[in-house]
């Protein structure tokens, strides 16, 4: 490893003299492959198949082993390998890049990716030294298993890595002449050992390949998702997660020209790679729909050549933003998803439909033919790939595509929320500031009136300039709709962030330049000659959720307005949070500490107040302050629960609001110790409850329990005796009158009753304790076509009125049924609620807007 270490600093040297001395570049390079040659000579480098003690494709390799082998390689290959730590999962499973490419390119890699930066106008430094003279070199990123078990792509990347490092091939050689590859061969460490953990554990030690066979029926929750059970592959633009928030960072430091996603799919379908289906997303430019049929022409040629079915085209679109594929379209790159059959139905071996046997063998090779063919099809057009990457950039800066040019959040809304948003930002190198200047009588969209209309704007106003690097990044996170081609689409079809966050936010089509840098808010701090009478807070996001959780976790009593109330020159809002000495007498001196401390943490605004007597409305020993208790959650998992619904929920409760949380199993809660509890949460799910168990949760529930249920989860107990949610009863058309619908029209067909994913604004009871910190008006993220009446004892906190606003597609024949029916409603039962969420407020943890609501579902 020394003597490889010395050559590596040889070549450097070299480098720098023929970037000096073009003129023999030629003998140089000459001495290039002899000191390569010397390299590898001085110790044989081992494949897989003689590493690992399995053969690739007779056995999976857990995730310590795929790292095991990466360290090897790069240990023995520094000259044509690097290997890069870039993080670690929740499980501290390191998360790694290995960066390869021809001994010459290695040595100057930083250049190379500094130029890069540079093409894109995100490196000042870079463009202060000139530009790189050399050649162009294209950056290829190979991203394997996002889903855990979905293993092949990690498999994959064993061969890939050996291939790429030893460079004995022609083809290989030739090819990294030009180009850089980065490849991520577990993008979901804990996912992944997951899945192979339990494989390796419950098949037999010969595969097996009936369907029925248990290594064919992966248990619940599965190695797709991550940790907290999220879907990687949807996390892309959100960065919720530890894995996507590390990656983000490392691949806005590379920018690369292409980009490859690499998954799998059902076990009988042939193998997907690129061009995409519609609906493509408008702003995805000519050349990265044509490179990307390149591409795909390119893995054809070698499909063909070996009989392998393909498809393209079909199922997979380029439109929801937070995808693998679509998330590097919108940073410049060809991005691109390929599907192999297989996943964790698969195991090593399955008989499909056909009545053929698909191996992980078959599974490795295919998608060691398309990242072969990728890497081949980027180095033959690498300078046409690295000219329009420049190009892309160049015109994102100069000419913004959509219709809009500046975003405007206003700095009336609460500044937390808009810490919120900028870290998003800062995450994905978006540029913004401060207006630095007011201006009346501007027309802009405003967001939450839908249409344009004249805006003051304030000069502390968060403006964010589409005349920049990630224009088009900007434009496709926050314009308000985007143009869908096909509604047959994949996804979600709206999110745009100022809805997700709760802004008040305008679009203008002129151009507007932040003048001062923007700073991120920060609490100021208080200080005290004596202690007060009490603590007041005002609720306004989800940054008071935190210091309620935190001062709770302390043993602190609160309480809560239910009405208005003005103290110390502060006009404070129901659920206005209140913490007083008379309630807390027994923590003595450590009250104030607590409370300074909880704030400091949670970034939270503290109004000391110093007398219980109010300016305005009720004084603080009124009824009007309810005293709040700390909840004991327990949440239902189980293999009728979602895993994605769970995780979010799991990770809302444990990460982002420090509340403990236990984890209940399904199919035990008749043995559930109850009295233990004060909040039941049913993630969204396919139940079906006993009735000893509907009526156990209704005995606890009127001794003051509290059930806080969504999606699938509010279908357990609606329609049931005793809960008060009803299914809408739909008007029986005559079925006589209907044509027959052609066959082939069957799934387009059903698309009229379906809601993949669209904003709708609903009305909002703002005396409901519900609805605390929600605006008069609340955007949700409809998510399910489920229909229910407004129920009629219940109280209905949020609900789609006669004319609710949509942004997004909802199918013509459900759209109109969902007039004047619930987003969110309570129950009162005995001494406890229930409460129904339609839709999952904490969908994919990105709906920030959601999050206070759920967590008002929580203590108020």
């Known amino acids: 490893m020394f003597a490889g270490h010395i050559i590596l600093s040889v070549l450097e040297i070299f480098f720098r003299i023929t970037h000096i001395m073009t003129g023999i570049r030629p003998v140089l390079s000459l001495a290039f492959c002899c000191l390569t040659s010397l390299l590898f000579a001085q110790k044989a480098v081992k494949s897989p198949d003689e590493f690992l003690p399995h053969r690739i494709g007779e056995q999976f390799t857990p995730h310590h082993m795929l790292t095991g082998y990466f360290e090897y390689l790069a240990a023995v290959a520094p000259a044509t390998m690097r290997l890069e730590r870039y993080g670690a999962t929740n499980e501290a499973r390191p998360l790694q890049l290995a960066i390869f490419s021809a001994p010459e390119n290695m040595a100057r890699l930083e250049q190379i990716r500094r130029n890069n930066l540079r093409m894109a106008g995100l490196d000042a430094s870079a463009a202060q030294n000139g530009p790189d003279q050399a050649e162009p ?17 990690s498999e994959c990347s064993l061969l890939l890595a050996y291939q790429l490092a030893t460079q004995t091939e022609p083809d290989v050689q030739a090819w990294l002449k030009n180009t850089v590859v980065i490849l991520d061969p577990s993008l979901n460490p804990d996912g992944y050992d997951r899945y192979t953990h339990w494989y390796r554990g419950a098949s037999n030690m010969e595969k097996n390949p009936r369907a029925d066979a248990r290594e064919h029926s992966e248990p619940w929750p599965g190695g797709r998702t991550n940790h907290y059970y999220f879907d990687l592959n949807r996390d892309w633009a959100w960065a919720t997660q530890v894995e996507t928030q590390q990656r983000i960072a490392v691949y806005q430091r590379w920018l690369p020209h292409v980009h490859a996603d690499l998954h799998e799919q059902y076990v009988d379908n042939p193998y997907y790679f690129a061009p995409a289906a519609e609906p493509t997303h408008d702003y995805i430019t000519p050349w990265q729909r044509d490179f990307q049929t390149q591409i795909g022409q390119n893995h054809a040629r070698y499909f063909d050549q070996n009989g392998w079915l393909y498809f393209t085209r079909e199922v ?5 933003p937070s995808y693998g594929d679509t998330y590097p379209m919108f940073n410049g790159a060809i991005g691109m998803t390929y599907e192999q059959a297989g996943n964790a139905r698969a195991g090593r071996a399955i008989i499909i439909s056909t009545g053929d046997t698909l191996t992980l063998h078959d599974r490795i090779r295919h998608h060691l033919t398309t990242s072969r063919s990728t890497i081949e099809a980027a180095s033959k057009k690498a300078r046409e790939v690295v000219a329009n990457f420049r190009s892309y950039y160049e015109r994102s800066t100069r000419q913004p595509q959509g219709p809009y040019h500046t975003f405007v959040i206003a700095a009336r809304n609460d500044p937390n929320k808009i810490n919120t948003l900028c870290r998003l930002l800062d995450r994905h190198q978006i540029r913004y500031g401060r207006a630095g200047a007011a201006a009346g009588g501007i027309k802009a969209y405003d967001y939450r009136q839908g249409k344009e209309a004249a805006v003051e704007l304030d000069e502390k106003d968060l403006v964010i300039s589409a005349f920049q690097p990630h224009s088009v990044l900007v434009q496709v996170l926050f314009e308000p709709e985007h143009h869908l081609s096909d509604s047959l689409t994949y996804d979600i079809t709206a999110w745009a962030l100022p809805y997700a966050y709760g802004l008040e936010a305008y679009a203008l089509k002129q151009r507007l330049e932040p003048k001062q840098p923007f700073h991120l808010f920060k609490a100021p701090e208080v200080r005290l000659a004596a202690s007060p009478y009490a603590w007041c807070v005002h609720r306004r996001s989800l940054a008071e959720a935190r210091f309620l959780t935190q001062l709770l976790e302390r043993g602190v009593k609160l309480r809560y307005a239910m009405k208005p109330f003005d103290l110390a020159d502060q006009q404070f809002e129901p659920g206005a949070l209140v913490i007083t000495r008379a309630d807390n007498h027994q923590l003595s001196g450590e009250l104030d500490d607590f409370v300074l401390a909880a704030a400091a943490a949670s970034n939270v605004p503290l109004h000391p107040i110093f007398s219980g007597w109010a300016g305005k409305g009720r004084d603080l020993g009124s009824e009007n302050f309810v005293p709040l208790r700390k ?5 239902v998992y189980g293999d009728d629960v979602d895993d994605n619904s769970f995780g979010h929920t799991w990770f809302f409760l444990e990460q982002e609001l420090g509340c403990p949380v236990t984890p209940v199993a399904l199919e035990r809660l ?27 949760c209704q005995d606890w529930v009127r001794q003051g329990g509290r059930i806080v249920a969504f999606e699938g989860g509010v279908k357990a107990f609606a329609d049931k005796e005793g809960f008060d949610l009803k299914s809408k009863q739909e008007l029986k058309k005559d079925s006589a009158a209907a044509a027959p619908k052609p066959y082939q029209a069957r799934e387009r067909e059903s698309i009229s009753d379906q809601v993949p994913g669209a904003i709708v604004q609903a009305q909002v009871d703002a005396t409901h304790p519900l609805s605390f910190g929600i605006p008069r008006e609340y955007f949700s993220l409809k998510t399910t076509a489920s229909l229910f009446e407004i129920p009629s004892n219940a109280a209905t906190a949020i609900w789609l009125g006669d004319n609710f606003r949509t942004l997004g597609f ?4 459900i759209k109109p049924k969902l007039k004047n029916t619930p987003i969110a409603a309570v129950q009162k039962m005995g001494g406890g609620e229930v409460v129904y969420f339609v839709d999952n407020p904490l969908f994919r943890s990105f709906w920030e807007q959601g999050k206070v609501l759920f967590a008002n579902a929580l203590f108020f």
């Open 631 to 635: 909840p004991e959650v327990a949440l």
């Open 670 to 696: 008749h043995r559930l110790h109850w009295n233990d509890y004060t909040v039941l949460i049913f993630p969204n799910g396919n139940y079906n409850l006993p009735d000893n168990v509907l009526k156990a």
């Open 316 to 320: 997979f679109d380029l439109f929801y």
């Open 137 to 153: 070199v294209a950056i290829v990123w190979l991203s394997m298993s996002v889903h855990g078990n979905e293993p092949s792509g």
């Open 810 to 813: 909802i199918g013509s024949r």
